[in-house]
Nanobody, 119 residues
Framework: VQLQASGGGLAQAGGSLRLSCAAS????????MGWYRQNPGKQRELVAV???????NYADSVKGRFTISRDNAKNQVSLQMNSLKPEDTAVYYC??????????????WGQGTQVTVSS
């Protein structure tokens, strides 16, 4: 199983970016998918999470600005980030709680993608 993140990059404050993450491999089922972010020397912070029935939750710091969505047919989760702020700068990691065929439930992570917001 592999999670491949894409998107990210550089944006100006007030701008937008979109992150996507696709899970591939022999996957029987995916439960929760989401995004964390982390800056050097700081703890990883949960940004947004979405369940298999599209119930979403967000960190207070991104509510009203970020939108998480998923495509269950493609095993994909996306994060639309609007009204970006410099404090959104971080490495963003996608994750999924999933069950591969013939294995137990596990939490798998993407490789991380850098988001930089300039003021």
């Amino acid at each position: 199983v592999q999670l491949q993140a894409s998107g990210g990059g550089l944006a100006q404050a007030g701008g937008s970016l979109r992150l996507s993450c696709a899970a591939s491999g022999s996957i029987l089922r995916i439960n929760v998918m989401g995004w964390y972010r982390q800056n050097p020397g700081k703890q990883r912070e949960l940004v947004a999470v979405i369940t298999s029935d599209d119930s979403a939750n967000y960190a207070d710091s991104v509510k009203g600005r970020f939108t998480i969505s998923r495509d269950n047919a493609k095993n994909q989760v996306s994060l639309q980030m609007n009204s970006l702020k410099p404090e959104d700068t971080a490495v963003y990691y996608c994750y999924a709680v999933l069950k591969p065929y013939g294995s137990t439930w596990s939490t798998d992570w993407g490789q991380g993608t850098q988001v930089t917001v300039s003021s």
